[in-house]
């Protein structure tokens, strides 16, 4: 605290604010906000503090109510506080869309505004309650629908009104949603629309029997649809297995629960995108993907290479792979012995020892030595490697990359004593993001 007050530095000050008694408080917001042009800053800024965006929420400036608006880290009782005092049209749009904005707000605004543009974005905003989205449908018949329909929480009352008079863009929408009643379901099935069966076919509510018959279904996108479904009968799924189209087969592949003849007949198949999902799932026997590894499509050996499953031997026999991006799996496999590492760790593919200064296996001595690469991917695995030590960490404090220095600020393998010095550091976001750890050390009943 002494030391953000006595230097004068807005993003230290900004760092510690949330934690400062009312009189310090005084003192740094002179700081923060005794400048326009650093209120402008901090309002925009996507790091800024809620408890400073707050605080800056008091201020009577039309730009920084606008950027605060804007600002992805508004708080919700911050933006009630905004609402509450705005006026302009543009800037309700704002707080309209803004994530946080509470559920109240969101229906005040819905019931009062005229428009059209600020009522459209709210159709869209997560945040939106089912009575806000009625109460749109109520004013706005037809104008918002297809927002409507796709909202995660549209009551299904609302969905089968939607249905009963939408397009079929909305019905499609519909049908997709995991309110949708079940009687809704069963009058869609009946239709030929392939959009509407598509997503019909996608929902995990849909009954067992209208999943049988659209996995019948002539068009190729409806029968991809059933087979990415995780509510389907395995019988069905064999047949979808031995689908025409490789896009259903890709489908197929791509599904965690698949039982061992369906994999063994995948692992074989002519399209090598489907053999690359076999080729990834925990489930596919060893000497499937003993096969899948002696692969001519790089792809597919590397997909093994990722398999969580993947025997130590394979694993060796990868890491001489030609391709580079092969190898790379086999870096950032979590299976690979620290073995392995030292002879991956000669590779010339930063991608390859990317993966290497990132492996938890890695030997220390090993992840050291990688501190002194040129390539920033390279100094990042290490910052990145769970079992770094501080020695290790420390070597990489004055890092030419502020990104990297970011990270380290709040390291937990580093101690206090490290990190100290980066709290002068030449970059802002380096010295906010010590002082932000350092506040975030005071005891929760002191901080705002």
């Not at 870096?331 to 930063?350: E, F, H, N, R, T």
């Not at 020892?353 to 100094?379: C, F, K, W, Y």
Request: some cysteine; proline content about 6%; hydrophobic content about 45%.
């Amino acid at each position: 605290m002494t030391v953000a007050l006595v230097s004068g530095d807005l993003h230290q000050a900004a760092a510690v604010y949330g934690i400062a008694e009312p009189g310090a408080r005084h003192e740094l917001e002179s700081i923060l906000f005794g400048e326009r042009r650093n209120a402008l800053t901090l309002a925009r800024w996507e790091h800024t503090p809620a408890a400073v965006l707050q605080a800056l929420a008091r201020l009577s400036d039309n730009a920084i109510r606008h950027r605060l608006e804007k600002n992805a880290g508004t708080s919700g009782r911050t933006l009630s506080q905004l609402y509450q005092s705005e006026s302009n049209s543009g800037l309700v749009g704002l707080i309209a869309q803004h994530r946080h904005t509470p559920a109240t707000v969101l229906e005040s605004i819905a019931a009062g505004s005229q428009d059209e543009a600020v009522l459209k974005v709210l159709a869209t905003n997560p945040s939106a309650s089912a009575k806000a989205l009625r109460t749109l449908a109520s004013r706005r018949p037809g104008e918002f629908d297809g927002a409507l329909a796709s909202h995660p929480s549209a009551p299904a009352d609302l969905l089968e009104s939607l249905y009963a008079s939408g397009s079929d863009y909305v019905r499609a929408a519909v049908v997709a949603h995991l309110n949708c009643r079940k009687r809704v379901l069963a009058q869609a099935a009946i239709g030929g629309d392939p959009l509407v069966l598509r997503h019909l076919a996608s929902n995990p509510r849909a009954p067992a029997e209208i999943l049988a018959r659209l996995a019948r279904n002539p068009d190729a996108s409806v029968r991809r649809a059933v087979a990415a479904n995780p509510t389907l009968d395995k019988g069905r799924l064999a047949a979808l297995a031995d689908d025409e189209s490789e896009m259903v087969r890709r489908a197929v592949a791509g599904r965690d629960d698949l039982p061992p003849a369906i994999l063994a007949r995948l692992a074989k198949d002519a399209d090598h995108w489907v053999r690359q999902r076999i080729a990834r799932q925990p489930g596919t026997p060893l000497e499937l993907l003993n096969a899948l590894a002696n692969e001519d499509n790089a792809e597919v050996r590397r997909a093994v290479a990722r398999n969580p499953k993947c025997p130590a031997s394979l694993l060796e026999k990868l890491a001489c792979d030609t391709h580079a991006w092969v190898r790379a799996a086999v870096a950032y496999q979590p299976k690979a012995s620290p073995g392995l590492m030292k002879i991956l760790s000669v590779d010339k593919s930063v991608d390859v020892l990317s993966g290497v200064a990132a492996n938890p296996h890695s030997p220390q001595m090993l992840i050291r030595r990688l501190t002194q690469s040129a390539e920033a991917d390279v100094r990042r695995g290490v910052i990145l490697n769970p079992s770094a030590s501080r020695q290790t960490l420390r070597l990489l404090l004055q890092d030419p990359y502020y990104l990297h220095r970011v990270l380290l600020a709040g390291h937990p393998a580093l101690q206090d004593e490290d990190k100290w010095p980066l709290h002068d550091d030449p970059d802002p976001t380096v010295r906010f993001a010590t002082m932000r750890w350092f506040a975030g050390k005071v005891p929760a009943k002191r901080r705002a």
